[in-house]
């Protein structure tokens, strides 16, 4: 599921905090930590249960109408 997000819009369903951490060898690696859906793709105050909403975006990205879960 998450693959087909990533490639096309994760962004526009996800809320995402981007962070800068550096590694033991004292490189920096760029990150996005997932919070959650946006409140207007979730069931609930939780942002973690897709509602119908998400399902129908997420059947347009792709490319189909069968229940993915």
Do not use: C
């Not at 060898?25 to 609930?44: A, D, R």
């Not at 249960?49 to 129908?56: L, R």
């Not at 997420?58 to 490319?63: K, Q, R, S, T």
Request: proline share 1%; charged share 25%; net charge negative.
């Amino acid at each position: 599921m998450l693959s087909v997000i990533f490639g096309v819009d994760f962004y526009l369903i996800l809320h995402l905090t981007f962070r800068v951490d550096k590694t033991r060898f004292n490189t920096e690696v760029e990150m996005f930590y997932v919070i959650g859906l946006k409140k207007e793709f979730s069931l609930s105050e939780d942002q973690r249960t897709p509602n119908a909403h998400f399902w129908k975006y997420y059947e347009a990205l792709a490319g189909t109408t069968e229940n993915v879960a």
